[in-house]
């Protein structure tokens, strides 16, 4: 059985990672400081007999008794929310946090696999986005904390690849929902869904027009997974390519809710991104992949959850 570590495992896409890992037959360490994950996500799975939890901030030394296989470095805050209000957090995971990573992988002689994220494309001019495109990042604005940290991150994996020699995976994560999504988070789909759900008006910032991609965490996992155990070390993106404006997404939910809300349109935060759409061509050719689940039906599983879901977040 291979061992995986997943750091920020108790996290959305985290946890998603570990119950995905574990039914193909890895024994998980779960690594989190619980900063932005919650105990709640992995609680199903620890009574699993490969499954361990371990509460530890991973910009602190990373102790790990054993082989390791995998390193997956999923830890850090990841909404716009987040990284506003811990900045100084969200740079240390992406630079101190990659480094303790990248330096157990090493000791483990694992393959490590960093999640970074499209937000490293900045505010993209161009359109979709391809792996060979460098970025339009303003490292000084609010949202540079999370963009620089993660392309840090990335120039830090590399190095490892290159110097070490050390086995080395990159995923560009596209916008992502499904179950265990925080409702507070801040990001479009968490924060629009309960909105629908209570009939109170869908809050959009900006008219509207501003594009997003998104990918159905399923399908994420599935890519991420066939990266892991692909021999590619350049950056790859995973997304779903069907491009719609946040105002078709606001609608679609309220369709999805057979919601009363209406819509309310609030000042767009400086540096969001007015285009984001993947190109998938490489995950498709070098990994055989592409998203198999349609807005429709990833929305309806993901209101689901949230009519279930705790109201607390």
């Known amino acids: 059985m291979p061992r995986t570590l997943v750091t920020g495992g108790a996290g959305f896409l985290g946890s998603h990672l570990c119950e995905y ?3 193909q037959g890895h ?35 990373i102790q790990c008794d054993g082989p390791v296989d995998y ?35 090493k000791d483990k002689g ?3 696999l960093l999640a970074s994220t499209s937000e490293v494309y900045g505010d993209p001019q161009k359109h979709p986005q391809k792996e060979d495109y460098w970025g339009h990042v303003n490292p000084v604005g609010p949202r540079g ?14 190095a490892y690849h290159r110097f070490h020699g050390l086995s080395t995976r990159i995923v560009r994560i596209f916008n992502t929902y499904g179950p265990r999504m925080r409702p507070s988070d801040g990001r479009a789909i968490p924060s629009f869904i309960p909105q629908a759900l209570r009939n109170e008006s869908i809050t959009i910032f900006g008219d509207g027009s501003q594009t997003r991609s998104f990918c159905y965490v399923d399908d994420l996992i599935d890519g991420i997974y066939r990266l892991l155990m692909s021999d590619h070390h350049d950056p790859v993106n995973i997304g ?13 939910i309220i369709k999805v809710t057979r919601s009363q809300s209406n819509l309310h349109f609030e000042t767009l935060p400086e540096d969001d991104p007015k285009v984001r759409q993947p190109d998938i061509g490489k995950a498709t ?29």
């Open 21 to 23: 890992l574990l039914n």
């Open 27 to 61: 024994t998980v360490i779960a690594m989190d400081n619980l900063l932005t994950g919650s105990a709640s996500n992995i609680a199903h799975l620890q009574n699993h007999a490969a499954f361990k939890f371990v509460k530890h901030n991973v910009t602190e030394y």
């Open 71 to 105: 390193v997956l470095h999923f830890a850090s805050p990841a909404s716009p929310k987040d990284y506003l209000e811990l900045p100084i957090q969200t740079l240390k995971v992406g630079a101190i946090g990659t480094h303790k990573a990248l330096g157990l992988a």
């Open 110 to 112: 694992a393959t490590f």
């Open 145 to 158: 904390v999370y963009d620089e940290a993660k392309r840090f991150a990335e120039a830090l994996t590399m």
């Open 240 to 252: 779903n390519p069907r491009e719609m404006t946040i105002k078709e997404l606001a609608e679609a």
């Open 285 to 313: 050719t070098i990994l055989g992949w592409e998203p198999q689940v349609g807005l429709a039906e990833g929305l309806a599983r993901t209101v689901e959850w949230f009519r279930s879901a705790p109201k607390s977040d």
